[in-house]
């Protein structure tokens, strides 16, 4: 029998949809299974992009067909096994909500088809006129930070200083706190750890694969896993001990351990004297604030925070507290000061860049693509106020403020919006107030699927390549947990493009030069490969064929010194208990106690609290089929309520509800917001709150599969600023739960 | 009747001021054009100047001592206190009060800068020499937070200028003259607050935001030089007791405490620059505070009459003392400019 190829098969496939049902003997995938059945399959490594932990993996290909997926084995996150997600979003490759070419929005307001140079040409014109009326600053480039480094370099060329990441919407107070107090983000050393506590932090939802195997073997070894959340996490369930906390008090859990740590005499008094600064100035301002004070706000015994304080001294410096990721570092006005909470028990504990405490990242050295110099605009202050005295002088301005763009385009400070693998209208909170992002003049979006940005926000939409089918550049694979050595990874296609898609580089080209830009990107994408290796000397075709590659340059313990002082890139180099910045902008430089901004009362009240399933990556995977069955099988979208207040409420398992929260912008008339849930009834959740899974919520009708399931966290949430961090306090909600749909 | 409405406007208000002090410190910063609306103030300056007399009739202690701010803030480590400098950023970056955070000055008004105030802690406010500082605890106090200035500001706490970041707190007096003659007062008409606000709240901040960069104080050189050429509006806010023992000549007196009664607003111009004499500069400067707010020009005898003269007669007190001693400073660990705006990852 004639083999089939996968071209022939497609236009086998045309031809009998030509005819219809007159040639069905054309259709037999017995047949076509058997003729391909030894045709070679070639194994591509690359690496995921179902979240930023950008797993290194293979892709096996058959007959021009993605077949299926498995991790990396030298790969420091996952050790050759990938997370659902990872199978999951590989599969999106053929989902069919996918943009499959460039769309222009009409008159009419629904999309229609334009061609590439059409679009560039259009996109061009209308850039130029709002620059010439408004200057290059009133153009935003808006990116899930980390995935992009090519728009950066266009709003230089503008003279935009508008460049936004995610990081508001996600763990900002966390970077913000850590580069100011420590110039560094640290890592977990699980393998050497000997005991560990986790508060806010799941690396059983928001897998890291390698972090769960660590875990499980610590406490197969009899190392210590303390975990501290107000839901019973995956993480809690392979771990010692779960301790359910108040959510929103955390901060006075932290700071209960630190004064137990100092008012005990625990903590390592020589590491304070040589590598801290500011340890008296928080000394002074928390003296009072006792284990016994911190249990009465946290709902952990005065008890139980000696224990684990008096437990983390005996096996310091290979002790640690996880510094923590989305869980606790966005999501409340004292969000900023858990981060900085948490860099002080920890320093307490002398364990910072010590084995078994917190390691720096393993890095290989990386180099960039050098380009000639450009004469570029003057950039004006950022719109979003991030960095800017008298607006968020403290928040960092690499990486601004997300969530309150629709105001910037209010104000007439924003007019063009390019929204890269970004889509706050689903992942920012108050979709209605972000889908206000319409109302700038131009609003590009370059995504992958009809994600809800594109289809309720974007005048044009310019399709990027998935990820299996474009290259990038090498990057390092690190953070989050510990590894000795540094890992390399790049992106390489995998399939040849299916659609009339373009990788960033391509648009980015495309565009420019449809601005009279031409040289802005002097380069292709083998160019930058090239040049990110260099300094690395590991060899191109090596990383093609291995994909992840480990160099033999082992990271080593110890402070950071530099001719005999310390040297950690601070202001001072050592760690800094105070923030100067905060303290030249008028907040305390230390972490004291801070309520959180709204709480609970009423029998029907619980605070919204939310989590990251094990088989989602927010709403990123929530029109993933696959995945959406998994959904299916694990009621993934019901809200979790305590069984003693669902009791109270008369709510059963199953029972479909009402969630209603309120709505409020200053000066503006209160919007209720009421969605219909089912209910999961459990006594793995704290009774305070009720627990939502992040993913869901899906309302673009063009993402068939998604579209109208389950409800999502930023539905019931105003769009707020926590001013030193930016964070958005989507945990600062009360929802109203009643029994009945809406 | 108007005077009736003005009071409710005003008790309505102060009720309003009493709800903010009970919040939470407030996070979600709308920007200013977003604030909320709330019933407009029909009559400012019958609003503001209530309001301003309400507070002076209170008699709130204005002033802290430097030695006590040592004792209680740095020794003993007091947790309710909360020092706040409102230097320049260098002068706060180089030395500065240990745990104090820093304001400026001209940025006190703003609601981002005092987002962050406790409403549950005395808040020291330091500057160089007492007085701007006098005007923040005047401003800080009429929106509802308890402040006080440390008296002498840094020039109370150490005797070096790089310290200090300005002069050293004068140790001689200048003995020029004084007089007894009391001038007659002419009536004025009192000034139109030209200000659209919503609250209490917003028109104190928009009154303050007005006059933020106005010249706070006079040296004594200067005001002799417009005493003698007879181009110089004094009011003398001391006791009337120690005004009637001598004052600088064509200076009139109205007591601080009664400054703000409409019949003493009278007879003040409206057209010229007023000096706003007391003891030390530090009342004068809080006066100053209130009536620039309320559209009058003014500025305050630097140093008061403690350095015009050094009768203790007519000063009522000792002559300002000199003898401070060096006490701890720490420095600001961070830049005082944020980094370039680079993506970051």
Redesign the interface.
Known sequence: MRKISRRTFLQVAAGTAAVGIAAPQLMDMKAFSASIADMPVSKIPTYCNGCSTGCPMFAYVKNGRLWKVEGHPVAMKNYGTLCARAHGVATDLYNKDRVRQPMKRGADGKFQPISWDQAFKEIAEKLAAIIDKNTGNSVAWMAH??KE?Y??MF?NELGS?N?I?HYSTCFTSK?NAWD?MVANQLTIDIRRSKYMLFAGRNYGGAIIPAAMKQLTEARAQGRKVVVVDPRLCELAKIADEWIPIRPGTDLAFFLGIAHTLISENLYNKSFVQKYV??F??FW??N??FSADKAAAICDISAAKIREIARELAKNAPAAFLDPGYHGLHNHY?NSTQIAQANVIVNALLGNFYQHGGLMPSARPTLGSIKLPKRLQPE?GP?ADG??VP????TV????GIAQHMP?LIA?GKIKAVFLYHYNPLRTAPDPEYQKDLSKADLVVSIPIDWNESSFFAAHYILPEHYYLERMEAPKAVSGNISHDFPQIVMRMPVVKPLHDTKPLLEIMQGLTKAMNLDDLYPFTVEDEVTAVLAPSGIDKTRLQSEGCIELAMPIKPGFPEKDGKPACG???GKI?F????????????VPTW??P?VSPKAEDEFRLIHGKQPWHSHSQTNNTPYLLEMTKSYQGTWLWMNRNRAEKLKIRNGDTVTVESKIE???KTARIVKKSMQIKVTDMLYPECVWIPSAHGCFSPNMTYGFGSGANYNDFA?S????LSGGC?VQEVIVKVRKGAV | MRYAKLLLIASISLVMLAGCGQQ??P?????A?????GPAINEPFGALQQVSDKYLKANKTLLIEPQEVFQKVVVA?D?TYYL?DIRA?EH??NNHI??????SYA?AW?P??????PRDKKIIVVDYSGHSSSQIAALWSLLGYDAVAMKHGMAGWSKNRDVIGGSPLPCESKNFATVKEVPATTPHETPTLDVKATSEADLIRKRAEAIATKPVVIQADDLLARVTAKSAFVLDIRATAHYQAGHIASAINIPLNNLLEPDSLKKLPINQQIVIVCYDGHASSQASRLLNQLGYNTVALRDGMSVWTGDSNIIGAKAVACDVPERVTAK?????S????????
């Open positions: 930070g980390g480094t728009g950066a709003l200083a460049y990441t970077t100011k600064f500011g008296e100035e002074s301002a003296r009072d006005i950039k950022r991030a960095g008298n607006e968020y002088p960092e301005p690499g990486r105001e104000s601070t202001f001072t800094e105070s923030i100067g910045a905060f303290k030249l902008h008028g907040r305390l430089g801070i309520p901004l912008y200053p000066g105003a707020r600023v926590e001013s306090m | 939470k410190a996070t979600a910063q709308a920007p054009a977003a604030m909320p609306a480590v947790p706040v950023d706060y970056a240990p745990g104090a955070v820093h304001i940025d703003r981002v800068k005092t987002e962050f105030l600001l660990n961070a830049p005082l944020p980094g370039p705006s680079t993506a970051a990852t």
